[in-house]
């Protein structure tokens, strides 16, 4: 089974930058999306970004284009998000998943694999 393994989280200070990083437990696993989610207390699961494996174009929710990248790596199974001008608002468990399906989306319920999570908290 493979698995997804996010780091990077932490706490910083509002306008402070932040990058994630989720790595796959398989150099095997060739997955087609791989996106980041995130959960607030009391909210639910929120679309973050997307990426394609194949040609890296990427697709973002409104409440964090032009703040957040989302890049990867092939050769290391890895993707990463990079979050600038964070906000006090950006406060959640950030969470990777990945897809086989060729096809972006933004539905949790789209994705088979899921990483156990990473805190991120901003302080303002």
């Known amino acids: 089974q493979v698995q997804l393994v996010e780091s990077g989280g932490g706490l910083v200070q509002a306008g402070d930058s932040l990058r994630l990083s989720c790595a796959a437990s398989?150099?095997?696993?060739?997955?087609?999306?791989m996106g980041w989610f995130r959960q607030a207390p009391g909210k639910e699961r929120e679309f973050v970004g997307t990426?394609?494996?194949?040609?890296?174009?990427?697709y973002y929710a409104d409440s964090v284009k032009d703040r957040f990248t989302i890049s990867r790596d092939n050769a290391k199974n890895t993707v990463y998000l990079q979050m600038n001008s964070l906000k006090s608002e950006d406060t959640a468990v950030y969470y990777c998943a990945a897809r086989t399906n060729p096809y972006s989306s933004r539905f949790a319920s789209d994705y088979a694999f899921w990483g156990q999570g990473t805190q991120v908290t901003v302080s303002s």
């Open positions: 990426i394609s494996w194949r040609d890296g174009s990427t």
């Open positions: 398989e150099r095997t696993f060739s997955p087609s999306n």
